[in-house]
């Protein structure tokens, strides 16, 4: 398994609290991504970092806010956690393609996970 | 908006038959990944196929990409216990060929 470490693994906060979770890395790859997995929905990307303090959104931003100072580190946090934002959170990193000839896309190394519960 | 669709939600099997997954893009991809999570884990990479018609063998799973790079497949032939698990299909997002759209998965059951 990469090298990636997710905390807390398991939290319980309560509505309107602010929450951070933290993804580590020591791969040194460029590209850092969080993810929420809900039943019926797959993974769907919350945001993402193509390098130190630059970042974009995904497809279930709102209410999400990210930060990357350093390499290894990317950090979720929910602003206000509403009941909502009850899921499990993965992070995942990517970094270069194999593909010799056509255009392939970097392929992601899950972290644990991080399974969050908002009363 | 970009989908990709997976069929069947779930399915459960007897251990030794065979399964298959298909996924479904609304848009043409330039490549589709597969991935693997087992109950109470994290999802692992499996394999990337980027070719039209490509089919791709890792011991009993063969993973297939459409003609139209549009559609894939992933068929285990004699499942075991140990296949048991939800399986996920990825197509890059459109414009951003180092972000992914999943599909929602088909999860396994294999009975002993």
């Known amino acids: 398994d990469a090298g990636i470490t997710q905390s807390p693994r398991h939290k319980v906060t309560e509505t309107g609290t602010p929450v951070t979770l933290r993804c580590h890395q020591t791969?040194?790859?460029?590209?850092m991504y969080w993810y929420r997995q809900d039943p019926g929905h797959g993974l769907r990307l919350i945001h993402y970092s193509y390098g130190v303090k630059d970042t974009d959104k995904g497809e279930v931003s709102d209410g999400y806010s990210v930060s990357r100072s350093k390499t290894e580190d990317f950090l979720l946090t929910l602003e206000s956690a509403t009941s909502s934002q009850t899921s499990v959170y993965f992070c995942a990193i990517s970094g270069f393609v194999i593909i010799l000839r056509e255009k392939g896309s970097y392929e992601q190394y899950f972290g644990p996970g991080t399974r969050l519960t908002v009363t | 908006g970009q989908q990709v669709m997976q069929i069947p939600q779930y399915q459960h099997v007897q251990e030794g038959e065979d399964f298959t997954t298909y996924c479904n893009s609304s848009t043409t991809l330039s490549n589709i990944q597969w991935y693997k999570q087992r109950p109470g884990g994290h999802p692992v990479f499996l394999i990337q196929?980027?070719?039209?018609?490509e089919v791709k063998k890792q011991k009993r799973l063969t993973f297939q990409f459409g003609e139209a790079k549009k559609n894939s497949s992933l068929h285990i032939t004699a499942t075991q216990t140990t296949d048991v698990g939800t399986y996920f299909c990825?197509?890059?997002?459109?414009?951003?060929?180092?972000?992914?759209?999943f599909g929602a998965g088909t999860r396994l059951a294999v009975h002993p």
């Open positions: 791969e040194n790859h460029r590209y």
């Open positions: 990825a197509g890059p997002v459109s414009g951003g060929y180092n972000k992914l759209i």
């Open positions: 196929l980027v070719k039209s018609g």
